[in-house]
């Protein structure tokens, strides 16, 4: 079963080309300003949405997660249409991009089905939070394999037992996609965003029950909790919002992205 691209044009471009530039863009912007951190990161935040809004803030992360040499991932993000109970895994053997098909990881699909007995919730994986990451895995990671999981209405606790099982494999990462505050002014969506990135800077998972607006707010306090557990540090890599590439400051969402490291 393959997973076909469902937001390809409207969240991203359908065109590769199209794509590359987009992201050759990003690095050259970037790198005119700072340096790449040279971190060995297994596991990153990244924004999901529209490439032209949040993309630069996930452009570097892929960048530092590529220095990793890892080549699995389990890609985690929330169902934006679809409520169901706990955390969706289905048996993908391909995952459609514009570069072309990313390989499902078949060994890893069936270690989670068996591990943690996760269903298989079909209409919640036509979701742009996990699909808009592809295009970049297929780009920056030379034969990667992927399993995508969405969750609904999960238990923070227990998606971190996945992301806990994930890591104690030293070939597997972790990609948790989520956005920050959504439709504030500006004034207000940096303010809200502020207490997220102390959250994610500190690896204190309380900390956004005090007024984090992430709409991936689960597997991000999930990534904490297992991140913390196992002594990693966090780094973050990017803030920014829609306004910067806008100019719209009324109506404002907001965009991360960090990576975790021994």
């Known amino acids: 079963m393959k997973r076909k691209m469902s937001v390809s044009g409207a969240f991203y471009p359908g065109r590769a080309i199209e794509i590359e530039r987009y992201f050759e863009h990003f690095s050259a912007v970037y790198d005119e300003a700072k340096s790449l951190p040279q971190l060995n990161s297994r596991v990153v ?13 996930a452009n570097v992360a892929y960048r530092v997660l590529r220095q990793s040499g890892v080549k699995r991932f389990a890609v985690i993000g929330p169902s934006h249409k679809v409520g169901f109970e706990g ?3 289905c048996d993908f053997g391909s995952y459609e991009t ?4 990313i390989d499902g990881s078949i060994s890893l699909n069936q270690a989670l ?7 298989c919730v079909l209409e919640a994986h036509q979701e742009h939070s996990t699909e808009v990451q592809f295009p970049f895995i297929k780009h920056y990671i030379e034969d990667a394999e992927i399993v995508e999981i969405v969750y609904s209405y999960a238990d923070a606790a227990e998606l971190s037992k996945i992301i806990d099982y994930l890591l104690a494999q030293p070939e597997c990462g972790v990609v948790i996609s989520t956005d920050l505050s959504h439709f504030h002014s500006l004034s207000n969506a940096t303010r809200l965003d502020n207490i997220c990135l102390e959250a994610i800077e500190n690896l204190d998972a309380e900390k956004l029950h005090s007024g984090c607006e992430a709409c991936g707010k689960i597997g991000v306090e999930a990534v904490l909790i297992s991140a913390k557990k196992l002594g990693l540090k966090a780094e973050l890599l990017d803030y920014s919002t829609s306004a910067d590439a806008s100019g ?13 490291y021994d």
């Open 248 to 260: 719209d400051t009324d109506r404002v969402v907001g965009y991360v992205s960090a990576c975790f």
């Open 98 to 101: 514009p570069f072309g098909d």
């Open 45 to 57: 935040i990244v924004p999901h949405a529209g490439y032209i809004y949040s993309g630069y803030s």
């Open 113 to 119: 089905k068996d591990k943690f007995n996760l269903p």
């Open 87 to 89: 955390a969706s895994l």
